[in-house]
T-cell receptor, first 116, second 113 residues
Framework: AQSVTQLDSHVSVSEGTPVLLRCNYS??????LFWYVQHPNKGLQLLLK????ATLVKGINGFEAEFKKSETSFHLTKPSAHMSDAAEYFC??????????????WGLGTSLAVNP | NAGVTQTPKFQVLKTGQSMTLQCAQD?????MSWYRQDPGMGLRLIHY???????DQGEVPNGYNVSRSTTEDFPLRLLSAAPSQTSVYFC????????????FGPGTRLTVT
């Protein structure tokens, strides 16, 4: 069965320091993986996606994530945090090879705080 | 393109009242879905549709109905509101083949007293 675990519910960093948001997944097939961002009182926006091409995926706003099959991980990183990065981040897995019953599995989210 | 629009933005209902949350998209997406977002519980899928005339239940469908008469519109109906339905509701759409790449509306914050 599919599952997604975001290992930290809250992460706090200082502005200008690196960001690491951790995501582990479980999938029986070849998954697609996504990160979404939700700024306070806003809808969700796709940050980046992995769909079996390059394992290092670049997204918007300087974020990137690396798909590591051996570790079943898809951690989100950014070299230098900006105040505007403060938001909720969701890791999502989609099983692409299970026919029409494919569905998205959402992690519970990681709240990122950026301190001046 | 307006993307995905939702109305209303805020709503307060009394227990037992009914209402419809509206959702529309102008991207010709086949796939549309409704989620609710509650603190500490992430996003939970209520109902979804893979095209006009086709709907199916998600993981938390009880107390909600949907219909999809056109590609553009996917309203969510609360039949008899309960305090447990207090939540933020998001509508999303995507192309069927790219269901992970969803476009979200701005959300409706619903309070049931």
């Amino acid at each position: 069965a599919q599952s997604v675990t975001q290992l930290d519910s809250h992460v706090s960093v200082s502005e200008g320091t690196p960001v690491l948001l951790r995501c582990n997944y479980s999938s029986s097939y070849s998954p697609s993986l996504f990160w979404y961002v939700q700024h306070p009182n806003k809808g969700l926006q796709l940050l980046l996606k992995y769909t079996s091409a390059a394992t290092l995926v670049k997204g918007i706003n300087g974020f990137e994530a690396e798909f590591k099959k051996s570790e079943t991980s898809f951690h989100l990183t950014k070299p230098s945090a900006h105040m505007s990065d403060a938001a909720e981040y969701f890791c999502v897995v989609s099983d692409l090879n299970a026919g029409n019953n494919r569905k998205l599995i959402w992690g519970l989210g990681t709240s990122l705080a950026v301190n001046p | 393109n307006a993307g995905v629009t939702q109305t209303p933005k805020f709503q307060v209902l009394k227990t037992g009242q009914s209402m419809t949350l509206q959702c529309a998209q102008d991207m010709n997406h086949e796939y549309m879905s409704w989620y609710r977002q509650d603190p500490g519980m992430g996003l939970r899928l209520i109902h979804y549709s893979v095209g006009a005339g086709i709907t199916d239940q998600g993981e938390v469908p009880n107390g909600y109905n949907v219909s999809r008469s056109t590609t553009e519109d996917f309203p969510l109906r609360l039949l008899s509101a309960a305090p447990s339905q207090t939540s933020v509701y998001f509508c999303a759409s995507s192309f069927f083949r790219d269901r992970g790449e969803q476009y979200f509306g701005p959300g409706t914050r619903l309070t049931v007293t």
